[in-house]
């Protein structure tokens, strides 16, 4: 068999398994196995590695800037962003912008926001390990195209299923963290703060309030070394 040959039957079977990805959560997804989101959101879309594949409407990706500085992850999508195939798109993303705009943060311009599962969990459950795990390849793919400087990763299960960090968060928002190169900061999610309304000195909504300009800070020390 010529060289040729060879490797074309290689190409071919790379081609098959890639086709399998969206089939079983034993089929890997190398990193770099997706040339951009659309191509991502196609396979996410026809996604059964999780039993949260059946009974999705949309599969929901990301919005905001494809090459953002800050890429915020959450934990799975609600109602509202199944029915729309957008995350954050509820009281809970209505808070978000608001807390980004209050720093000056703009989601089409320095924001991308995805979920650790792109399925909703019926009854907005919390995902299960294994339905994390499937889901996993998927987020660090976007997280390589995005290539951000920062991420936020909004409640405790976006800090398990990314960096494996199981205490609470409470104990651990506010901090800086490296992972592979990147700054991470957990932060609470939004609808955590739903929960707990108060201002006072001290509430999830001062302490947030807090990180969100620490974010800010260390963004602004970002773009002033890279326009040096
Ligand atoms: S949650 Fe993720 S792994 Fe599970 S079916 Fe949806 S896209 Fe696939």
Request: hydrophobic fraction near 35%; charge should be positive; charged fraction near 25%.
């Amino acid at each position: 068999m010529s060289n040729e040959h060879q490797l074309s039957l290689f190409e071919e079977s790379n081609f098959n398994q890639k086709e399998l990805i969206p089939t079983d959560a034993k089929i890997p997804i190398p990193l770099g196995t997706y040339a951009n989101m659309t191509e991502l959101a196609q396979h996410c879309n026809q996604c059964h590695r999780c039993p949260l594949g059946n009974t999705r409407t949309h599969a929901v990706v990301g919005r905001g800037n494809l090459k953002a500085p800050i890429m915020i992850v959450g934990e799975a999508p609600g109602q509202n962003e199944d029915e729309t195939g957008l995350p954050f798109v509820g009281k809970a993303g209505q808070l978000l912008e608001k807390i980004l705009a209050s720093v000056k943060l703009d989601t089409e311009k320095d924001v991308y926001i995805s979920n650790v599962n792109k399925c909703r969990p019926p009854g907005n459950r919390v995902p299960t390990n294994e339905e994390m795990e499937a889901c996993k390849p998927y987020l660090l793919e976007q997280i390589r195209l995005v290539d951000p400087k920062i991420i936020l990763l909004a409640g405790a299960t976006a800090v398990k299923a990314l960096i494996n960090d199981k205490r609470g968060i409470t104990k651990i928002r506010g901090t800086w963290m490296e992972w592979k190169g990147r700054l991470c900061m957990p932060i609470f999610h939004p609808s955590y703060l739903l929960r707990n309304q108060s201002r006072e000195v001290g509430s999830p909504k001062w302490l947030m309030w807090q990180d969100i300009q620490t974010v800010r800070a260390k963004y602004d020390e970002i773009l002033a070394v890279s326009d040096r």
